[in-house]
Each structure stands twice: as C-alpha cells, then as structure tokens.
C-alpha cells in the first residue's frame, strides 16, 4: 500500500473517532429520559441524598415555594445528567434557582440563577456559596449531603432576611485569616508605636502615619468579616485580645532592641 494511500486511511479514521467523541458527550448531556414521570424539585441521579433526607428536602421546597414564591431546585449527577431538558422540566424562570451538585469539576457545587436573586444577593455571594460549600475539605468533613443541604440553608436564611451580601457564619478557615491579619496589623501597630524620643512612651506620629496599614488589617480584614456574617461577639474578642497582645509585645521587642540604636544618636546630639 502506498504511504499517500496510508496518510488518507489515518485521517478518515482519526476524522470519525472524533467525530465519535464529540457526538457521546452531545447525547449524555441531553437525556430528559433521566427525568422522573412525577412532578418533583429534587432529582438524585448520584444518590448523593438518603431516601429521608430526599423526602424531606422535597417536602421543605416545595413548602417553601408555596410560602415564599421562590423556586428551588435540587439534581444531583455524575456520569448521567438530563442536561438543558431541565429547564423545561422545572419551567426556570427569573426567581428560580437551580443547585447542581457534581463533584467532577473538583467543586461539588455549582448554581443556576434566576435574575430575581442576584437583586438580593449579589454575584460575590453565590461565588463564596460555593467555595465555602463546595469545595473538598468541607464536603470530606460533612459529606456530599451535608455541603448540598447546608447551601440550601444558607440562601434560605439570606432570602427571609430580605437579602445577603455575604454569606451567613463564619467558616473556621475564615475566622482563622481575620485572627492573622488581626495579630499582623497589631505588630505593625506595636513597632510604630514604639518611643524614639527620651521621655516619650508613645510614638504617636508614627501610629498615626502608619494607622492606615494596621486599621485595615485589624478592621477591614480582621473585624469585619466577623460582623457581616455573624452576630457572635466570642470571635471579636478573641481577635481584639490577639491584637493587643500582638501589638503589646511587638511594642517591647522594638523598644529593647531599636531603641538601642536610636539612644546613641540622642546623646550626641
């Protein structure tokens, strides 16, 4: 067989393997056949959900929707998805919201999102919904079910609050980077503080020159996060504690051993 005869033979085959490969995918993400006969907001295709907890959460969305008008639904996938025959499936409008949970994209959660929500919880929110939820420490330490049910929770409790622009509590990853920047803006805050002056305990130039670093790690980033997301005052206090103290020792370090080098120079002088 000649080499040009060959070449045509391997590129008529590789053309119809991929045209093989595109073509599964098109028929694995349109299935309505995967849709259930019955009229319900759940669909657990991965069993991700126990059969009472399934029934529950079928009873609480369609109690809420009743109550509330808004309209959540629940699927869950992995290797099998009905795809866009949902939308038709659930009628989605503007004020529904759509949870998809499939742990194939390393984030088990992902949303659909009627216009209607984004009026009261912005783009931000349901970005932080995810990763707080969704991603894999939370859904090791709470299950699948868990990461699915709790994200419910959670844009229920913003919605009968008449909106979120974060995402209610505080995750333990995150009260531990406001407990860092807390004791970071109390260092900066301790060495400014420090005496360069004989006579003088307080630096206050220096404090107030630099208030804009330290005030932004303690406040912006340390307090509040805190208040946005929770009405616990045990984490402010916790955080106020490390500050002081942070800025208490960085205060002392600094005065005995930059202050050895500032006092030679006042003398002379």
Same mark, same amino acid.
């Given at each position: 067989m000649r080499p040009q005869y060959k070449k045509t033979i391997a590129r008529v085959l590789l053309s119809a393997l991929l045209s093989l490969l595109i073509a599964l995918p098109a028929n694995a993400y349109n299935n309505p056949d995967l849709l259930p006969k019955e009229s319900t907001p759940v669909i657990d295709l991965a069993r991700t959900l126990s059969e009472s907890q399934r029934s529950q959460l079928e009873k609480s969305l369609d109690s809420y929707e009743k109550e509330t008008g808004w309209k959540i639904r629940v699927i869950s996938q992995y290797e099998r998805t009905p795809g866009l025959a949902v939308r038709e499936y659930w009628n989605l409008d503007e004020r529904s919201l759509l949870l998809i949970a499939d742990p194939r994209g390393g984030n088990l959660l992902n949303f659909n999102v009627g216009d209607a929500f984004f009026a009261l919880m912005p783009r931000l929110f349901w970005?932080?919904? @995810? *990763?707080?939820?969704?991603? @894999?420490?939370?859904?090791? =330490?709470?299950?699948? =079910?868990? &990461?699915?049910? =709790? &994200?419910? %929770? %959670?844009?229920? *409790?913003?919605? =009968?609050?008449?909106?979120?622009?974060?995402?209610?509590?505080? %995750?333990?990853?995150q009260w531990l980077w406001t407990l860092a920047t807390s004791a970071l803006g109390g260092v900066i805050a301790g060495f400014a503080a420090f005496p360069r002056k004989d006579g003088e305990i307080i630096a206050w130039s220096w404090l107030l020159l630099l208030s804009p670093l330290w005030v932004m790690l303690f406040g912006v980033f340390g307090i509040a996060p805190i208040i946005t997301r929770t009405s616990e005052l045990l984490p402010i206090l916790k955080n106020s504690l490390v500050f002081s103290g942070s800025m208490i020792g960085a205060y002392l370090v600094a005065q005995t051993t930059l202050r050895k080098e500032v006092d030679p120079d006042q003398k002379e002088q």
């Open positions: 970005v932080e919904l @995810q *990763t707080r939820f969704g991603n @894999q420490y939370y859904v090791r =330490d709470h299950g699948e =079910d868990g &990461a699915i049910l =709790d &994200a419910i %929770s %959670s844009v229920e *409790t913003c919605l =009968d609050r008449g909106g979120c622009k974060v995402v209610p509590g505080l %995750s333990p990853e």
